[in-house]
């Protein structure tokens, strides 16, 4: 079965910190990966996509096909990046989401 | 703001009851999904149509129905509502195999 794991339900840093949220899954054939960004319970919106290999808001994460790893990088954190951060691939054949149980990032000043 | 819309925000109702909820996706978009947010089971898929048809399942309940009209606005019906209902449900669409956009959500209180 396909699983994602966030490992870290809380992840606390200081602004300017670098942070690192973790995101491991199981799947078969060639995953596709997104985070996405909840803000105090509103929309969940799109932070990356694996597949475009862009930068939004500073944040960057590299698909480790070897670690079976998507790990959401920022090298220092803001004030307004505390939210819930969720893992989610694709689920082959249907397009649904499978989303993580989410890391909640609180940055302090 | 993603494009997606849900009616209503909030919907308060009481157990037994049965209630609707409505999105309607992003102009061009073919596919919709349906997504229950809880505390205890986190975020999970429940449904997707895609051109008006039934495409993909989840964990939903035989009690929740949804369908997708003509004019590719899609309901959730949610019916003999228990306690353990209630949740944020959104709503999702795409094109069929691109990035989903999701909607504000519908907050439910079954009291």
């Known amino acids: 079965a396909q699983r994602v794991t966030q490992p870290e339900k809380l992840l606390s840093v200081f602004k300017g910190a670098p942070v690192e949220l973790k995101c491991n899954y199981s799947?078969?054939?060639?995953?596709?990966l997104f985070w996405y960004v909840q803000y105090s319970r509103q929309r969940l919106q799109l932070l990356l996509r694996h597949i475009s290999r862009e930068s939004i808001k500073g944040f960057t994460a590299d698909l480790n096909k070897g670690e079976t790893s998507f790990h959401l990088k920022k090298p220092f954190a803001q004030e307004e990046d505390s939210a819930m951060y969720y893992c989610a691939p694709l689920s082959g054949g249907y397009n649904k989401l499978i989303f993580g149980a989410g890391t909640r990032l609180a940055v302090h000043p | 703001d993603s494009g997606v819309t849900q009616t209503p925000k909030h919907l308060i109702t009481a157990t037994g009851q049965r209630v609707t909820l409505r999105c309607s996706p992003r102009?061009?978009?073919?596919?919709v999904y349906w997504y229950q947010q809880s505390l205890d089971q986190g975020l999970q898929f429940l449904i997707q149509?895609?051109?008006?048809?039934?495409?993909a399942k989840g964990n939903i309940l035989e009690r929740f129905s949804a369908q997708q009209f003509p004019d590719l606005h899609s309901e959730l019906n949610l019916s003999s509502l228990e306690l353990g209902d209630s949740a944020l449900y959104f709503c999702?669409?795409?094109?069929?195999?691109?990035?989903?956009?999701f909607g504000p959500g519908t907050r439910l209180t079954v009291l």
């Open positions: 799947y078969s054939g060639s995953p596709e």
């Open positions: 999702a669409s795409s094109t069929l195999t691109d990035t989903q956009y």
């Open positions: 149509y895609y051109n008006g048809e039934e495409r």
């Open positions: 102009s061009g978009d073919l596919s």
